[in-house]
């Protein structure tokens, strides 16, 4: 004879089993506050092989005064693509003493490459017009990355 497990006790087993293997999964993102000629900016880290690879896709939204900070092993020739990504960011690559390289407006979805111009240590992604919306441009410094944890 063959006993059967009510639907709801199934149910409540399954639920802790799931929470748990999702959290094992997921890579918690640090964040860090990094500064701009004045402006904050929250950037969660992109520091890891696993949330590079990952970035910012698959994501519905991107607060406000938010971004991702793409912290690269070696310095190199950088670029970036939207495949997988929702929202419309803007890029800035950067050189190892924070000065920002270029900045490139990406379309969502698309593989077209957008590349630093120069060796870049970081990449900053924001909603795109952040930067424009502030007046900052290629030159410029972005404060507070010698408080990060290095590339992994």
Known sequence: MKT??????TSWLLV???????CAAADPLLT??????????????????ATRRQGLMHRERLAEN??????????EAAAMWMKNTRIPLSVAFLDGQGRIL??????PFSEEAHS???IASYALEVNRGWFDKR?????ERVD?????????
């Open 16 to 22: 802790p089993a799931l929470l748990l293997s999702f």
């Open 32 to 49: 860090y506050p990094l500064r701009i000629r004045g402006h904050e900016i929250r950037a969660e880290l992109a520091h890891t092989d």
């Open 116 to 118: 630093s111009r120069g």
């Open 4 to 9: 059967r497990v009510p639907l709801r006790v």
């Open 66 to 75: 938010s971004g991702m900070l793409f912290i690269y092993r070696e310095p």
């Open 102 to 107: 270029n900045i490139e407006d990406m379309e």
């Open 135 to 139: 007046g900052i441009r290629a030159g």
């Open 144 to 152: 507070g990355l010698a408080k990060l944890p290095a590339a992994k």
